[in-house]
C-alpha cells in the first residue's frame, strides 16, 4: 500500500512541475520585457495607441482653445453693448431697442 501513494505523490509531482512548467513559457511569451517575439509586438502596438491618444488630446485640446476664444469675444461684444447702454442712460438718452 505504501508503494501506490509514493506513486501517486510522485505522479502529482511530475504533473504539477509539468503544468508549472507550461505556465512559466506562457508567461515568458506574453512578457513585454521579452527583447523579441510577442514583447516587442506588445511594445509597438502599446507606443501606437499612445501616440493615437495623444494626437486625439491636440485636437481635443485644439478645439477647446477655439471654444474659449470664441466665447472671450463673445464676451467682449457683450461687454461692449453693455457699455454702449449704459453710457446713453448716463446721457439721459433713451435705449434702443434691438
Do not use: W
Not at 502529482?12 to 523579441?36: E, I, M, P, Q, W
Not at 488630446?57 to 449704459?86: F, P, Y
Amino acid at each position: 500500500m505504501l508503494q501506490v501513494s509514493r506513486s501517486l505523490c510522485l505522479n502529482r509531482v511530475l504533473v504539477s512541475n509539468k503544468n508549472l512548467l507550461f505556465h512559466s513559457s506562457k508567461a515568458y511569451l506574453s512578457d513585454t520585457s521579452v527583447g523579441g517575439g510577442f514583447g516587442s509586438f506588445n511594445k509597438r502596438e502599446q507606443a501606437q495607441e499612445n501616440q493615437f491618444i495623444r494626437n486625439l488630446e491636440k485636437e481635443q485640446l485644439a478645439h477647446i482653445r477655439d471654444e474659449i476664444k470664441r466665447h472671450k469675444d463673445e464676451l467682449v461684444t457683450l461687454e461692449n453693448k453693455i457699455n454702449e447702454i449704459s453710457k446713453k442712460h448716463k446721457d439721459g438718452e433713451k435705449p434702443s431697442k434691438e
